[in-house]
């Protein structure tokens, strides 16, 4: 999983992640906001109606969800089930409420809480993308704080200052976390 405030950085670095390991595939979340522009369903985001994010979250198919910002968003356990039958690993970007909730049913998970360099420059890649309104951007810094909170519970920490150490990092994490004993014949 993939963490961090809004702005950080977490779909540069995970596609390029993903464009590096051939093993590795994104969890498409659910969610009632509206499309960005840019945004292409089925691709960034299935964007559902909230009656229907309802009714998927009552009959217990969510593996994780959360408010964020005033929207819902949400995992679909199903798809990830289904591509860790097939041998993959699945990347989760996710707030923090999400990757707790992950973690304490999926404890084999690592969750990666992606650090910007400082506030200032988080500030400046939120008015930087000018995809949002005034009153979003205000709301997503505010968030951030609360975000940044959670950080010490997360198992790794990297800090986007330069994308490409960055990308270096996550992918050293996961290639680590592939390693781990547990995961090994020998770990039983
Ligand atoms: P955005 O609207 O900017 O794409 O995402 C807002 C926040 O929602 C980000 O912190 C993002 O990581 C989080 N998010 C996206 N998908 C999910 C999800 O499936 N579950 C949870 N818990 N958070 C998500």
């Known amino acids: 999983m993939l963490s961090g405030p809004s702005g950080v950085g977490k779909s540069t670095v995970g596609d390029r992640v993903l464009a590096r390991e051939a093993g590795l595939v994104r969890s498409v979340s659910l969610t009632t906001r509206p499309p960005r522009r840019g945004d292409v369903d089925g691709r960034d985001y299935r964007f559902v109606p909230v009656a229907r994010f309802e009714e998927l979250r009552e ?47 999926r404890p084999d998970s690592a969750l990666v809480f992606l650090l910007p360099p400082s506030r200032d420059d988080l500030e400046r890649r939120l008015r930087g993308r ?59």
Do not use: F, P
């Open 59 to 105: 009959s217990g198919r969510l593996l994780e969800w959360a408010e964020v910002h005033g929207h819902l968003y949400g995992t679909e356990a199903a798809w990830v089930d289904g591509r860790l039958a097939e041998g993959k690993d699945v990347l989760l970007e996710i707030d923090v409420q999400g990757g707790m909730s992950v973690k304490e049913r």
């Open 130 to 188: 000018a995809t949002d309104r005034e009153e979003d951007v205000v709301r997503r810094l505010a968030n951030a704080s609360a975000e940044l909170a959670a950080a010490s519970r997360y198992d790794y920490i990297v800090v986007n200052d330069d994308l490409d150490r960055c990308v270096a990092d996550v992918r050293g994490i996961l290639a680590a976390e592939r390693l781990r004993t547990s995961r090994t014949s020998l770990g039983g």
